[in-house]
């Protein structure tokens, strides 16, 4: 058994996710990095996420490397999903990017992606699950 702290003094983490390779990706909210650590708690690489990405909540790898991640600020005005390649350019994004579109996405914090690409995310303020297709493009709400 591995006993790690994985959070910082400055920060704490938001939540981890697991891998094809059953390797932990781990969303550390005030850093704007992603960690990824092997199953015995090494870390393997610290991932900086693009300047456009601010308080990640959740974060998951896809099956082409690509990253997916919710993320959100009250003060920024910014509730979005991303998906970011292994280069960390900013691809495809879906929420609000101004305070005008609050309500589009509010608090994204969780996320699942099934076999066919469809995204879901867990909408915490407004108290409901949207689908999304694999661009990133809303389809219905699933739960609410």
Request: glycine share 4%.
């Amino acid at each position: 058994m591995v006993i790690r702290k994985w959070s910082t003094e400055e920060d704490f983490e938001e939540s981890l996710s697991l891998t094809c390779e059953s390797t932990i990706i781990l969303a550390l909210h005030n850093e704007n990095e992603l960690h990824e650590y092997s199953p015995d708690g090494k870390l393997i690489r610290k991932i900086c996420l693009p300047a456009e990405i601010c308080n990640p909540m959740h974060a998951l790898k896809l099956i082409n490397d690509d990253i997916i991640v919710s993320h959100g600020s009250r003060r920024r005005g910014q509730h979005r999903v991303c998906i970011v390649d292994s280069n960390k350019k900013l691809l495809k994004s879906f929420g609000s990017e101004s305070m005008k579109n609050i309500n589009l996405l509010d608090c994204p914090s969780h996320l699942a992606v099934d076999r066919n690409g469809f995204v879901m995310i867990a909408d915490q303020r407004h108290s409901r699950v949207l689908l999304l297709n694999s661009d990133l493009v809303f389809q219905k709400v699933m739960l609410s």
